[in-house]
């Protein structure tokens, strides 16, 4: 087949669903991964042929775009913070908001509470970006990252990096009592599940069809279970000195920083996002 071909049909099976300039990007970006060929191959080389070894992994993947799966788990990669991580549909993508939250604890909380070779617990930790983006950034730091799913864990444990690497551990947020035996920690981050189960409604059909809904959603009833439960841990194991900064609904600004407040902690704010929404709650000790 040749290149021009593929890529004719590949937009135009995709527009419907992501519109023309979407479904363009999205064929260059396969092509790229899958060939290796520039965005503009097909013009500059018009005759050029996809190799056969190559087709049927270009037509799987494909077809998972236009049934709505997201471009980072057919590739299997996302980008954060300037690198590249391994994802599966075990994990959450990681998002922009939380790469935010990574930037403030390294340029702005670290050194507001003086502490370059702090201890790191990264509580619901999904891929592991959190942990792997502070453990690498923070060579004398020791990180930890615990999450309730085998299948993410095995995703968190097998990023490709080299160097400081987190250590990852199972464990149920919601049950306290089994980390009775951990000890004290610098800094505690969580970006835990936070999506009311009513808001599915208002949510993009790839992000629900794909993404794995206990990274996501809280019962109506109970929104911020999450956030009582890392308020509770913060009492039991942060340092004295050190900070806690969670990723929140932000709908739920003022809620959230009530939580850590009634939890004990002095000095809580609320942080906005790069659109200025309500995103971040911040607690120190
Ligand atoms: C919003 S995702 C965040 C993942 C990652 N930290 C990120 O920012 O991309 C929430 C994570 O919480 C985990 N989780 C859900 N319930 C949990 C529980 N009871 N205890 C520990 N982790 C839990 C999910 O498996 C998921 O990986």
């Given amino acids: 087949m040749l290149l021009r071909d593929f890529i004719l049909t590949a937009r135009s099976s995709l527009a419907e669903l992501y519109g023309q300039e979407e479904a363009v990007s999205l064929v260059s970006v396969l092509c790229g991964e899958v060939l290796g060929v520039s965005s503009y191959a097909h013009v ?74 702090p201890s790191v617990m990264d509580l619901c930790t999904g891929s592991g970006c959190i942990a792997w983006t502070l453990s690498l950034s923070l060579p004398d730091a020791s990180v930890t990252g615990m999450d309730i799913s085998d299948e993410a864990l095995q995703v968190a444990s097998s990023q490709p990096f080299s160097g400081n690497a987190p250590s990852f551990f199972k464990g149920d947020l919601l049950r306290l009592s089994d980390f009775a035996s951990l000890g004290k920690f610098d800094v505690i981050v969580s970006n835990p599940p936070y999506v009311k189960d009513s808001e599915r409604a208002l949510m993009r059909k790839n992000v629900l069809d794909f993404e794995p809904g206990l990274a996501l959603f809280v019962p109506d009833d109970n929104p911020l279970v999450f956030y009582d439960a890392v308020a509770s841990f913060s009492v039991e194991h942060l340092a004295p000195g050190g900070f806690g900064i969670v990723e929140i609904n932000e709908a739920l600004g003022k809620e959230t920083a009530d939580v850590f407040r009634s939890a004990g902690f002095g000095n809580v704010s609320v942080r906005e996002d790069l659109s200025g929404k309500p995103r971040y709650v911040v607690f120190l000790k």
Avoid: K
């Fill in 44 to 117: 500059l080389a018009p005759e050029t042929v996809v190799p056969d070894d190559r087709l049927p992994l270009l037509e799987s993947s494909l077809s998972r775009l236009v049934s709505g799966e997201p471009l980072q788990y057919v590739l299997g990669h996302a980008e954060f913070c300037g690198r590249r991580f391994n994802v599966s549909p075990s994990v959450l993508i990681p998002r922009p908001e939380t790469e935010l939250m990574c930037r403030m604890i390294l340029t702005e909380l670290l050194p507001l509470c003086g502490l370059s070779s």
